[in-house]
C-alpha cells in the first residue's frame, strides 16, 4: 500500500527540495530521474489563466509547488488536497509566503474518494501523484467527477513504460510503500477517455509524463 506519505516519510522533504529548488534540485532530477522538473513549474501557469470566480483543485498538492502558477488576488478558490499534514503544512507555509492565503483551502483528503460535488472544479491540477496512489484508476474517475464540463486537467506521473532506466526508481518506490502500481502511457490515455475527457496529451521528460486533458 502506498501510504506512507500519510506519516511525513523523509523521502517528502526529499522530494520538496527537488522540485522547489531549481539551482540543485532541478539538475540533481535530470541527473536521477533524467527529467525536467522545469515543465511542472511550466505546467503549473494554467492555473494564473483561472479567471476570478474559478474554483482549482490541486491533488495531491505535497508542499504546495504549483501554487506558484496561482496569483495573488487572482480571485480563484484553491483547494489544496493530500493525505499528508505535514504536506499540507507546507502548502499552508507556501501560501502564505506567496501572499496566496485568502484563496487558498486545505483538505485532507484521500483522492481515492474527494469530498466534493460532481463537477465542482474548472480545473484540476494532479502533478507527479497517479503514480503514488494504490488506485490509479479509482483516482482518475474521482478527478473526473468532480471536473466540470469543459474543465481541464493537467497533471504528471511516473508511468509503467517510462523505460527500464526509471525502474529501479519505482522498485524502490514501492518497496517504501511510496509509490503503487502506476499505470502505463495507453492505460492513462484509455481511462482518461472512458472518464469523459477529450484532447488527451502526453509529453513525457525522463522518468515523469505530463499530460493534459479536457472534460467534454
Ligand atoms: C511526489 S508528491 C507530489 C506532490 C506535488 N503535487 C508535487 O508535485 O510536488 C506525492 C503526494 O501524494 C500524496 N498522496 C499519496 N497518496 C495519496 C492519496 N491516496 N490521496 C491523496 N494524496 C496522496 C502524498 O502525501 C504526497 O504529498
Known sequence: MA??????HPWATVYDFLVESERVGHPLARLGAGTDFGLLWKAAEVIGELPAGSAVLDVPCGGGVALRGLRPGQGVRYVAADISDAMLERTRVAARERGLLDQLELVNADVASLPFDDATF?????????HCFPDVRGALAEIARVT????RL???A????????????????????????????????TWLVQDGFEAVALRRSGGITYFTARKT
Open 148 to 151: 466540470r464540463p469543459g474543465g
Open 122 to 130: 474548472d480545473l484540476v491540477v494532479s502533478f507527479t501523484g497517479l
Open 154 to 156: 493537467s497533471g504528471s
Open 158 to 189: 511516473v508511468l509503467t513504460d517510462a523505460g527500464l532506466r526509471h525502474e529501479p526508481m519505482r522498485f524502490a518506490g514501492r518497496l517504501m510503500g511510496l509509490m503503487g502500481p502506476g499505470c502505463s502511457s495507453t492505460e492513462l490515455q
Open 3 to 8: 501510504n506512507a506519505w500519510r506519516t511525513n
